[in-house]
């Protein structure tokens, strides 16, 4: 499990409207950085790369499925790979895996793993073979993705007690500490730890299996068609 | 995850709820989800699982797979839920009602809406790069997921995949995995090259005439309606509604359905 698809309904409506909203921004600064590349060309590229992470994810390896999110980033490049992520996360929405509302937060999570599985994978690469960065970078990635979304579930936890909006205008002006009076974590009884625990005991085995596939794979097109992890966009 | 089998039962499907107009059914399923979202009390949220499942089945869908396919993604709610055991029983029981209800919504949507119909009505809003890869994601699925079966049959007869070897499996399958992201590379370049040819631009075309507004689409936009306007009320005045209004309504809402599924069929 290297990360959940959050479902309608859980997450305070503020969460995934902010979710909505940095999912725009970064969609549309992707596409802003995309403004000199002919697009036009790129679409069929874009959609069969998205298909691949849908067809990944129908493809079981023990009770876990692939997301293959990090080796899409670094075939696409990080911009391209954010616009895929949000065009996986509307159809998996469609079919009811991760929700409507939340398809911002998914989009930021699965883009997050595109963006950071290309950066790392081209840092790694000036250093070990490609096969072993793209496992390296794999597992860093799905580890720190992973940690994303436990910041999201806690963020969702997190009460602020601001009664009015002139105690929230002293809120904004005070210091982090007179901030922090104002917080409480309570969640109606959500063990934040054991949820923690969990979904890092699951994402350890899950990393692994598609560090280890992701490697394989990556290896397997170095040797057939290098260009295709060498390109960029 | 079944899409394949969702997009048949949209394509083949003749009922009532496949005779509804698209924009009834995004609304009604937008209502489900809304009251999704505000309703926080169990009987609301049980009755409202039931009031998509009974649309289920007045779809001549099978209920018990739609429900299955609408668990497959509920681990994120479970581990929520039991996240949320120290509160008593009720809460963790109310996560999983919402998520399994709002993805029954979105499968039923799906299920009686050729995808085309559902891109065509909003992607109106979307950029066109978006939804351009939307439509072709779509596309590319089915043909990768056939070239995906065929190598998971090869390796299998060929005895690459063998049962309590999951390191050899794994291996197995990202050298396929490897294979397949070649696959869809060259096939990208053809199918610009293949459209091209056709005459695109930079615009794909997409269905932008739909169904009239008929009876067919009233009885699920108005119950969703109904519960979307009950939660409200529960979240205004605190009061949830009663359990014998619930049943009654779920009662009319089933016979309606059911001789609305045997009429049209």
């Known amino acids: 499990m290297s990360h959940l698809h959050i479902p309608d309904g859980l997450l305070p409506v503020w969460l995934w409207v902010v979710g909505l909203v940095a999912a725009s921004v970064a969609v549309g600064f992707s596409l802003f950085m995309l403004r000199n590349v002919d697009l036009r060309k790129k679409i069929p590229l874009l959609g069969m790369m998205s298909a691949m992470m849908l067809v990944g994810m129908s493809i079981e390896v023990v009770p876990y499925h692939l997301n293959l999110s990090v080796i899409t980033g670094i075939i696409l490049g990080p911009w391209l790979a954010i616009v895929a992520a949000l065009i996986v996360n509307l159809l998996l929405a469609l079919i009811g895996h991760g929700g409507v509302t939340v398809v911002g937060l998914n989009t930021l999570v699965i883009g997050f793993e595109g963006v950071m599985g290309y950066i790392l994978f081209s840092v790694f690469r000036k250093a070990l073979r490609p096969g072993l960065s793209a496992a390296a970078s794999t597992f860093l990635t799905l580890f720190m993705s992973t940690c994303l979304m436990l910041l999201i579930v806690f963020i969702a936890n997190i009460d602020l007690n601001i009664a009015s909006a002139g105690e929230l205008r002293e809120v904004m002006e005070s210091s982090p500490a007179g901030f922090a009076k104002h917080i409480t974590y309570s969640g109606g009884g959500f063990n934040f730890r054991f949820f923690a625990i969990a979904s890092l005991a699951m994402g350890l085995v899950g990393w692994t299996i598609e560090a280890f596939v992701t490697a394989v794979a990556v290896g397997f097109i170095d040797k057939v068609k290098p260009d295709i992890i060498g390109k960029r966009s | ?265």
């Open chain 2, 1 to 265: 995850m079944d899409i394949a089998r969702i997009d048949y039962w949209a394509a083949s499907g003749g009922s009532v709820m496949h005779k509804a107009s698209v924009p009834s059914k995004v609304l009604a399923t937008a209502a489900v989800i809304a009251t999704v979202i505000i309703g926080s009390f169990l009987p609301l949220l049980v009755a409202l699982y039931l009031m998509v499942l009974i649309s289920v089945r007045a779809a001549g869908l099978p209920v018990v797979k739609v429900m299955v396919i609408s668990f497959l993604p509920g681990l994120f709610a479970l581990l929520f839920a039991l996240s949320k055991l120290g509160g008593g029983l009720i809460t963790p029981v109310i996560i999983l009602l919402k998520a399994f209800t709002a993805a029954s919504a979105m499968i039923l949507l799906l299920s009686t809406t050729p995808y085309n119909d559902i891109l065509g009505f909003v992607g109106r809003v979307m950029p066109r790069v978006l939804r351009d890869g939307l439509f072709m994601t779509y596309r590319s699925f089915f043909i990768l997921l056939k070239l995906m079966d065929n190598f998971i049959m090869a390796l299998k007869l060929r005895g690459g995949f063998q049962r309590g070897r999951f390191l050899h499996n794994s291996r197995n399958i990202g050298s396929g995995v490897g294979m397949l992201f070649i696959n869809a590379y060259d096939k990208s370049q053809r199918l610009y090259d293949v459209m091209s040819i056709r005459g695109y631009s930079g615009r794909l075309s997409g269905t932008h005439r739909y169904r009239a507004v008929s009876a067919n689409d009233l009885p699920y936009l108005l119950v969703a309606a109904v519960f979307l306007g009950e939660a409200a009320y529960a979240m205004q005045s605190g009061r949830q509604g009663s359990l014998s209004s619930f049943a009654v309504l779920l009662l009319v809402y089933a016979c309606l359905m059911e001789v609305l599924r045997v009429w049209k069929r």
